[in-house]
């Protein structure tokens, strides 16, 4: 159980490290705005839906996947509304004041908003099976669905940890940049936005196309 837990955990922390995907552009974004307890209630809503898929591709969610295929393009055009609302956000923003943050800055709306993005990602389910597939491969871990919850809160912890530091890090040196820098940075994560919704698209597109009459 202790490898599962420490491997789900390593997972977690390095998968989140590239800064690319609507998450990690939510949560530096509230960063450099200095809403840090915002940016932190996305990270653990995002790191929550994620280790539900963990957990669930380490109990086999790929089969019961393969029984409902039509959760595919279901989950896909949502999420192209959803991330082409994101990257309009972003492209309109402007810069923040530099002020201090409202302590009072609830909780409840950022966990909604990253539980539902990442929740709609299907992509997730292949890479966290290909990663629960990996780790049985390599035999360190025995075949049991009692450890899929443990991965898969492991995995969470290790989300969440990653953010933690991101957000710490944007904190420590935010203020080595000028608003306009932070501005453009910002927009063009509302352009990458834009560009995975259009992905989306495509994978959409591709879908109806496949499933469709021969």
């Known amino acids: 159980m202790l490898i599962a837990v420490l491997v789900g955990f390593f997972f977690g922390f390095v998968g989140s490290m590239p800064v690319a995907g609507p998450i990690a552009a939510l949560v530096f974004s509230r960063g450099v705005d200095g809403r ?111 450890l899929a919850l443990p991965f898969g809160l492991s995995a969470c912890a290790g989300i969440v940890s990653w953010f933690a530091l991101l957000l710490w890090l944007v904190h420590r040196y935010r203020g080595r ?12 994560m509302g352009v990458f936005l834009l560009g995975v919704a259009a992905y989306f698209v495509v994978l959409l597109v591709r879908g109806l196309l496949a499933a469709g009459p021969t």
Do not use: H, Q
């Not at 790191?47 to 790929?62: H, N, V």
């Not at 959760?71 to 402007?94: C, E, H, W």
């Not at 940049?177 to 063009?188: A, P």
């Open 36 to 146: 840090f307890r915002s940016g932190l209630s996305i990270a653990a809503g995002g790191a929550l839906a994620e280790g539900t898929y963990a957990c669930l591709a380490f109990w086999g969610f790929s089969e019961l996947l393969a029984s409902y295929p039509v959760m595919v393009p279901i989950s896909r055009a949502v999420a192209v509304v959803v991330l082409t609302a994101l990257g309009v956000i972003f492209l309109l923003r402007k810069p923040a004041a530099r002020t201090a943050p409202d302590k009072r800055e609830g909780w409840g709306g950022g966990l909604a908003l990253g539980f539902t993005i990442t929740a709609l990602n299907p992509t997730l389910i292949a890479t966290w099976s290909a990663a629960a597939t990996t780790l049985f491969s390599t035999g360190m871990v025995e075949f049991n669905s009692a």
């Open 177 to 188: 940049f000028s608003d306009r820098s932070l501005g453009r940075m910002i927009k063009v």
